[in-house]
Nanobody, 124 residues
Framework: QVHLVDSGGGLVQAGGSLRLSCVASERTFSTYAMGWFRRPAGKEREFVAAIRWNGGSTDYADSAKGRFRISRDNLKNTVWLQMNSLKPEDTAVYYC?????????????????WGQGTQVTVSS
């Protein structure tokens, strides 16, 4: 089974940027749609962004549009989430996820494999 390792979180001031990375252990990564979700403290996990297996289509939550960018490199088994203009309300644990389906999805139950999460903290 594919394992996902996400990284790149940290502490950043409001207005700053971070780039999260998620590396998959298997080449089958290239057939999966990938997503990023986040869980703010005390809240439910929520969709952030997703990308189709070939990178041909992306989808973003309203909160991420215009500030975040999801991308992938199937030769590197890696998906990234570039986050710009960060706000304190972006503070959360961020998770990457893989869907056996090749298309983008916004719901957790469409994702089959999850990374361990990486903490992002945005100070005001």
């Amino acid at each position: 089974q594919v394992h996902l390792v996400d990284s790149g979180g940290g502490l950043v001031q409001a207005g700053g940027s971070l780039r999260l990375s998620c590396v998959a252990s298997e080449r089958t990564f290239s057939t999966y749609a990938m997503g990023w979700f986040r869980r703010p403290a005390g809240k439910e996990r929520e969709f952030v962004a997703a990308i189709r297996w070939n990178g041909g289509s992306t989808d973003y939550a309203d909160s991420a549009k215009g500030r975040f960018r999801i991308s992938r490199d199937n030769l590197k088994n890696t998906v990234w989430l570039q986050m710009n203009s960060l706000k304190p309300e972006d503070t959360a644990v961020y998770y990457c996820a893989a869907s056996y389906s090749s298309d983008t999805h916004r719901t957790e139950d469409m994702y089959d494999i999850w990374g361990q999460g990486t903490q992002v903290t945005v100070s005001s």
